[in-house]
């Protein structure tokens, strides 16, 4: 029997590469997101390519959606927790109490939801392996960041804790750390402003959702006596949240 990974968010981006990217080492996959159509598509190419995938058209900010659709899956062995977003880029004082709720409810609770319901699969099977995707804002807090910065900080900590808290149960926890990945991610930052998110990347080549997943690939193919605790990747372009070389500019 194939092994079997839910990724969520899989919809585009790091969620959409990596279902591909495990489907291609062969893995059954079970792909949720909040766009049908996309998951379709996701569906019908893993398909076309001999995999297998079931598709979960849901929020993971919805409590109940995630145990109505989660809570019947058999055994599950693993989990990629990338649901996640940003949104507004303000100074505290001006920040849309929205965006601010929209950010903790899918980084954070979403991600603790998803987790109470598959861990315990994990548990009861003996052995899993949960991999959340977290970002470089985790550790470095900038400007106009304040609540997306405090997210990751929240799945920095709660991957650090269920790595300790599943020890016991040989389930592997790694977290993984991006700089500048360019997906959709700016351009639901800006709430739709194309130019403002194409700015983002100016000058830079920034990493793409395939590198993302090609180092989850690597990860979850390690020996089992081998645990990724958490792994930064940048653009070579990039040393850190404040330190980017933009080549047009001088």
């Given at each position: 029997?194939?092994?079997?990974?839910?990724?969520?968010?899989?919809?585009?981006?790091?969620?959409?590469?990596?279902?591909?990217?495990?489907?291609?080492?062969?893995?059954?996959?079970?792909?949720?997101?909040?766009?049908?159509?996309?998951?379709?598509?996701?569906?019908?190419?893993?398909?076309?390519?001999?995999?297998?995938?079931?598709?979960?058209?849901?929020?993971?900010?919805?409590?109940?959606?995630?145990?109505?659709?989660?809570?019947?899956?058999?055994?599950?062995?693993?989990?990629?927790?990338?649901?996640?977003?940003?949104?507004?880029?303000?100074?505290?004082?001006?920040?849309?109490?929205?965006?601010?709720?929209?950010?903790?409810?899918?980084?954070?609770?979403?991600?603790?939801?998803?987790?109470?319901?598959?861990?315990?699969?994990?548990?009861?099977?003996?052995?899993?392996?949960?991999?959340?995707i977290g970002s470089i804002?985790?550790?470095?807090?900038?400007?106009?960041?304040?609540?997306?910065?405090?997210?990751?900080?929240?799945?920095?900590?709660?991957?650090?804790?269920?790595?300790?808290?599943?020890?016991?149960?040989?389930?592997?926890?790694?977290?993984?750390?991006?700089?500048?990945?360019?997906t959709e991610f700016s351009?639901?930052?800006?709430?739709?402003?194309?130019?403002?998110?194409?700015?983002?990347?100016?000058?830079?080549?920034?990493?793409?959702?395939?590198?993302?997943?090609?180092?989850?690939?690597?990860?979850?193919?390690?020996?089992?006596?081998?645990?990724?605790?958490?792994?930064v990747l940048m653009p070579?372009?990039?040393?850190?949240?404040?330190?980017?070389?933009?080549?047009?500019?001088?």
């Amino acid at each position: 029997m194939n092994r079997l990974a839910l990724i969520t968010g899989a919809t585009s981006g790091i969620g959409r590469a990596t279902a591909l990217r495990l489907a291609g080492l062969g893995y059954d996959i079970v792909a949720t997101g909040r766009r049908e159509e996309r998951l379709a598509a996701l569906r019908a190419e893993i398909e076309g390519n001999g995999g297998r995938c079931t598709t979960l058209c849901f929020d993971v900010r919805d409590l109940a959606a995630c145990e109505k659709h989660l809570a019947p899956l058999g055994r599950v062995d693993l989990l990629v927790n990338n649901a996640g977003l940003a949104a507004g880029l303000e100074h505290i004082d001006c920040g849309d109490t929205g965006d601010w709720d929209a950010m903790i409810d899918t980084n954070v609770k979403g991600l603790l939801y998803v987790t109470r319901i598959i861990a315990p699969k994990m548990v009861a099977a003996g052995g899993g392996h949960i991999v959340n995707i977290g970002s470089i804002a985790g550790t470095e807090p900038y400007e106009n960041g304040a609540v997306y910065c405090a997210s990751k900080h929240a799945v920095h900590a709660i991957s650090q804790s269920m790595r300790a808290d599943l020890l016991s149960s040989g389930i592997r926890v790694s977290e993984i750390r991006p700089g500048m990945v360019e997906t959709e991610f700016s351009l639901v930052r800006f709430h739709g402003d194309r130019e403002r998110a194409d700015g983002t990347y100016r000058g830079v080549e920034p990493l793409t959702g395939d590198d993302i997943a090609e180092a989850i690939a690597w990860i979850v193919q390690l020996p089992a006596r081998m645990n990724v605790n958490d792994i930064v990747l940048m653009p070579a372009q990039q040393a850190g949240a404040y330190y980017t070389f933009r080549k047009n500019e001088k």
